[in-house]
Nanobody, 125 residues
Framework: QVQLVESGGGSVQAGGSLRLSCTAS????????MGWFRQTPGKEREGVAA???????TYTDSVKGRFTISKDNANNTLYLLMNSLKPEDTAMYYC???????????????????WGRGTQVTVSS
């Protein structure tokens, strides 16, 4: 069983930055994707950014140019650097890990087998 633990969330003013981290207990798949999703009450979970084992990345349009996803393979850690934060970025952010090969990583929940419990990001105007 893989466990994912997120950290780094918090409250920040618009225009500020945060870096989220997600540490995996182990990475059992040779070919995999890891991603960040977010969710607000009453809405579906939305894919934000994802990266494959070979480093291919994808971002949802609303965060392109502001967010950067990266991973530290040696420490089984996934990051999300969030700059120029906006109030609409306020959400619970979840880390996800899944097997399977895709030419670019998917921002779809069905592509991921394991999920963390989330870390809250609140951006005030």
């Amino acid at each position: 069983q893989v466990q994912l633990v997120e950290s780094g969330g918090g409250s920040v003013q618009a225009g500020g930055s945060l870096r989220l981290s997600c540490t995996a207990s182990k990475l059992t798949y040779t070919i995999y994707s890891m991603g960040w999703f977010r969710q607000t009450p009453g809405k579906e979970r939305e894919g934000v950014a994802a990266v494959t084992n070979d480093g291919s990345t994808t971002y949802t349009d609303s965060v392109k140019g502001r967010f950067t996803i990266s991973k530290d393979n040696a420490n089984n850690t996934l990051y999300l650097l969030m700059n120029s934060l906006k109030p609409e970025d306020t959400a619970m952010y979840y880390c996800a890990y899944g097997s399977g090969w895709y030419p670019t990583p998917l921002l779809r929940t069905y592509a991921y087998n394991y999920w963390g419990r989330g870390t809250q990001v609140t951006v005030s105007s």
